[in-house]
């Protein structure tokens, strides 16, 4: 037993038989301490046995520390640790598991110590806080002084300075600065501004990333305008109302409504939007038009927007055409009149097949001046027999001046017959029908309808009679064939020679056609009174014709009601090429003709046959200006009136027509009546006054906003652009009334020889010059 009060002693009593003294001796264990920390776990383990603290451990023993924090926290760097205890300095290693979440492990040490003890700490995760340089403006962060940049990480709970200055002449856009989160679920977090400091907010760092984003504007600005007289004047944005000395943001599209009171209009270019820009210059702010109405984009400066308004002229207007005409079939959708001018007032128009024969039409239009007024006289009708008539009366502003529109319908006619037309030798034949009281041309191989009846004509040429009709083989004398139900028919004719012409007077039938003269060579020029034909090659004969048998005649037509039919058709074409209705017109019937000489079986007698015939492909014709015209004095048309309905107009104008010192020539693929009109050219222009464009003024962009006139020229014609109706008054510097016409609302073209004129128009007088 231990001797007291001495260490290391021991006593025993020797027993009764031999002993043996034996002392073994242990390390001293430590003893090992920790407490609970705050966010989080610490439990230690020895050999899979838990420890408490205070609990003593043999050196050289290993010990497991298990550290978990709570949510939303961290290891914080340097724990755990292993502390000699009572030591700020000396501590054991502490090492990871490997492949254990906060799990670590350290030895007791094999020294002499007072102990062990394990200390840990928790932290809170830090995280990102982003943001990107803004336009027209700054933006910095940091906390308690210290700068950050984009991705830094913070502690939640840590306050933010935000500090977002805009540039000069922008403010911060309502809403901004925004802290948001950085691609997660989480709400938006509030910046609150800091008293006292200008552009200077904070927050405080959530537990999650946020984004940080600021975003500057112009600063608004103000715009003023005030009612003017004889009118009113109003401004608005997507169709909200402005007051005058409300702030707009840069680039808002303001639209301004300008509405003249009755019996006024807009002053010409009174409608303007101006500011100063920083140095005090005067802008003027462009004019815009879209959608029908006026706008402007707001500047970075103060606008101001005027208009002013006048009394319209007395004078009323005379307008009376129509600018649309449309027809409705029973409650189906309008539908436009095709190929409808405000010039034509009489239309044919053509209803499909499948229209109901008796169904109900209904005609409306709008007229171009609004203050005209239109009388639907007659516009409601029904088919009878699958046609009608429908009928609109436009009364002008003055009552006075009246237009009738009419409209013809017809339900297409089913089934149709074909008509064939052979040409006869020694003459020509031509076939046409009656369509609501208008001739209609047949070509061959047209398709007529059934149960018409057709008009036959012929045209004989020199030294032959005609004899008689042949339809479908049968010969007949009568100008008229009913179609009936037959699905085709051919139509031609017989004329007689009224005497033989010898071989040797053939050559006084026409003029001869000739080949395209060798480049560089003018040999064809005509000789006489008399037009010649130009072949250019092979491919433009007809077919099985010589050159040498082709020869070109002209005649001057007797037949009055002839020529005054081709004269009415010419006077429309006239009309359309901008010549003077009583411009005077040459009227001749040219035809293409091969002649043939046949030599009797007995070699006795000769007979010459001349039947008309078309070229294969384009001509040349070149025709004698008429007696006392020539291209230096006049301006000349040539109107060719072609035997399928359709009507060419040739002139230098177009550039069809080449006027060359001796003839007049043209390029046809066909041959019927020409008509020759000429006009003669105005006098000596004064060389002191400047010649008028031919080009028009360039457009602006709310020129039809402000009102006003232009007037330009170009070849042969007159144009010009109004706001409003008026009338043109077009005199000579003679002062000879040349033309008076109605101005629409757009442009206006009219026709006129090349010249000096003086137009009056709209209170206004304009000198141009027109060339050809």
């Not at 803004?134 to 210290?146: E, F, H, K, R």
């Not at 095709?338 to 409306?364: C, H, K």
């Amino acid at each position: 037993m231990p001797v007291s009060g001495s260490d290391n002693a021991y006593t025993f009593t020797m027993p009764s038989y031999p002993a043996t003294v034996e002392a073994r001796y242990e390390k001293i264990p430590h003893p090992i301490t920790f407490a609970t920390p705050a966010n989080g776990t610490l439990a230690l383990s020895a050999a899979g046995t838990p420890l408490a603290s205070g609990a003593k451990l043999a050196p050289g023993t290993v010990v497991t520390i298990t550290a978990v924090p709570a949510a939303g926290y961290r290891m914080a760097s340097g724990y755990p640790k292993a502390r000699i205890t009572d030591s700020n300095i000396y501590e054991v290693e502490v090492r990871p598991v490997s492949g254990r979440d906060n799990t670590y492990t350290f030895t007791v040490p094999d020294f002499q110590i007072a102990g062990i003890t394990v200390v840990v700490q928790y932290e809170k995760i830090p995280y990102a806080v982003s943001f990107t340089a803004p336009a027209n403006g700054t933006l910095a962060l940091d906390t308690a002084g210290t700068k950050l940049a984009s991705g830094a990480k913070l502690i939640p709970g840590t306050q933010v300075t935000l500090t977002a200055v805009p540039d000069v002449g922008y403010q911060m856009v309502s809403g901004y600065p925004k802290v948001k989160p950085y691609n997660g679920p989480e709400a938006p977090l509030q910046a609150t501004p800091v008293d006292g400091r200008d552009n200077t907010y904070t927050f405080t760092m959530p537990d999650y990333s946020v984004e940080v984003e600021v975003k500057y504007e112009k600063i608004p600005q103000a715009v003023t305008f005030a009612d003017p007289a004889n009118g009113t004047l109003a401004l608005s944005v997507n169709g909200n109302p402005l007051t005058s000395g409300d702030k707009l943001a840069f680039f808002k599209e303001v639209t301004i409504t300008a509405t003249p009171d009755e019996g006024c209009q807009m002053v010409f270019g009174s409608l303007k939007v101006f500011g100063n820009d920083e140095i005090g210059k005067e802008i003027i702010v462009p004019l815009e038009k879209g959608n029908g109405a006026t706008c402007f984009l707001m500047p970075a400066f103060e606008v101001k927007v005027e208009v002013r308004f006048e009394r319209s002229p007395a004078a009323q207007s005379s307008e009376t055409r129509l600018s649309s005409l449309s027809y409705q079939v029973g409650g189906e959708t309008a539908k436009s009149i095709p190929g409808f001018l405000a010039s034509t007032i009489a239309y044919d128009v053509v209803l499909p097949s499948t229209t109901s024969r008796s169904a109900t039409l209904t005609l409306s239009g709008q007229p171009v001046d609004t203050k005209a007024t239109v009388a639907p006289t007659a516009a409601t009708v029904q088919l009878v027999d699958g046609k009608a008539k429908a009928t609109l009366v436009v009364t002008a502003e003055d009552g006075q001046a009246k237009r009738t529109y009419a409209v013809n319908f017809t339900v297409a006619p089913q089934p149709v017959c074909y008509v064939t037309i052979q040409q006869p030798e020694g003459g020509t034949i031509s076939v046409s029908y009656k369509k609501e009281g208008k001739e209609v041309v047949v070509k061959s191989g047209d398709a007529v309808p059934q149960n018409i009846e057709l008009n036959l004509a012929n045209t004989a040429l020199q030294n032959y009679e005609f004899k008689e009709y042949s339809v479908d083989g049968s010969s007949q004398t009568a100008e008229t064939v009913n179609i009936g139900t037959c699905l085709s028919k051919t139509i031609t004719a017989a004329f007689t020679q009224e005497s033989s012409v010898p071989p040797e007077e053939a050559a006084t039938i026409g003029t001869p056609a000739v080949p395209k003269e060798k480049n560089g060579q003018d040999m064809n020029v005509p000789t006489d009174d008399n037009p010649i034909v130009i072949i250019p090659d092979a491919v433009s004969l007809p077919s099985d014709t010589e050159l040498s048998s082709l020869r070109l005649v002209k005649e001057d037509i007797e037949d009055s009601e002839k020529k005054a039919e081709i004269e009415e058709k010419a006077e429309a074409a006239a009309q359309d090429a901008g010549i003077a209705p009583d411009a005077p017109k040459i009227v001749m019937e040219v035809t293409l003709v091969k002649v043939t000489t046949k030599i009797s079986s007995d070699n006795e007698t000769t007979t010459t046959a001349v039947t008309p015939v078309q070229p294969s492909d384009i001509v040349t014709v070149r025709i004698p200006y008429p007696e006392g015209i020539n291209r230096d004095q006049h301006n000349i048309v040539i109107i060719h009136l072609r035997s399928d309905g359709v009507v060419d107009v040739y002139s230098e104008a177009k550039g069809n027509l080449i006027l060359k010192e001796d003839y007049m020539e043209i390029s046809v693929a066909s041959f019927s009546p020409f008509v020759v009109s000429y006009t003669p050219k105005s006098g000596p222009v004064d060389p002191g006054y400047p010649d008028t464009p031919d080009t028009p003024d360039t457009p602006t962009s709310n020129a039809s906003v402000e009102g006003g006139m232009a007037v330009w020229t170009s070849a042969n014609a007159l144009h010009i652009r109004a706001d409003r109706p008026a009338e043109a008054w077009v005199v000579g510097l003679s002062g000879a009334s040349r033309a008076r016409f109605a101005v629409v609302p757009g442009e206006t073209r009219y026709a006129l020889p090349a010249g000096v004129y003086l137009v009056r128009t709209a209170d206004q007088t304009y000198k141009v010059r027109i060339r050809n």
